[in-house]
């Protein structure tokens, strides 16, 4: 098999995390043939949109960037936790938000939510005991309001999102990068990585289309 290395602890030590590195150095290139490596040399351009190569250590090959997935929270207000609707103005203006982060191929999907009057809190005091403690929880300006998942190449990509939504003075969002199953590596077995494949095929079948 071919390997692919990407982030902390790959054999291109250093290399950024959404670098992808297919080596040359590898046995399975002598095996391959040199079609089959030419037609993966085209696919991995391809997809980076040019045909760059990494020197590091003896170790040459062709990368490209993955994509990372990201939360964005959306902190609250005295407004949002009371209930009260946004106005038409900043619907507007967060439709066209989310329209733009569309386009662009960013957005996976976002919510607002209800204000914490509506909520409820469980606590596990053993684990299998719990106490469940009716909303509000604590001061507005902790209490998240809304989210986003997108897709973007890095952190600072997502930064730049960010900055681009039309909050206003006072408003705060938290990016936070969503943990994906590959990178548990070794510590997963492979029944493990085969019932979560399961579950996620599942999901994606009862609610993929809505």
């Not at 030590?13 to 399975?28: F, I």
């Not at 490596?37 to 990494?54: E, F, I, S, T």
Request: proline letters at 4%.
């Amino acid at each position: 098999m071919v390997s692919f290395v990407s982030g902390p602890g790959s054999r291109v030590e250093g290399a950024p995390k959404e670098l992808v590195v297919l080596s040359e150095h590898d046995p399975a290139w002598l095996e391959m043939g040199a079609e089959l490596v030419a037609g993966l040399r085209a696919l991995l351009a391809g997809l980076h949109g040019g045909q760059d190569r990494v020197h590091h250590r003896g170790l040459t090959g062709f990368w490209y960037p993955l994509m990372m997935r990201v939360i964005a929270f959306m902190y609250g207000d005295e407004q949002a936790e009371a209930g009260d609707l946004p106005t038409g103005d900043i619907v507007n203006a967060m439709i066209k938000y989310n329209e733009d982060l569309n386009r662009a191929g960013v957005l996976l999907a976002t919510e607002g939510l209800h204000p914490t009057s509506r909520g409820r809190r469980v606590t596990w005091t053993t684990f299998d005991k719990t106490t469940v403690v009716d909303g509000p929880f604590a001061e507005a300006k902790e209490v998240i309001a809304g989210y986003w998942i997108w897709q973007v190449r890095s952190m600072a990509e997502a930064v730049e999102w960010a900055k681009r939504c039309p909050l206003g003075p006072g408003g705060r969002m938290e990016l936070r990068e969503i943990f994906e199953m590959s990178e548990f590596g070794d510590s997963l077995t492979d029944e493990q990585r085969r019932r979560d494949d399961a579950v996620r095929a599942e999901v994606e079948r009862q609610h993929g289309a809505q």
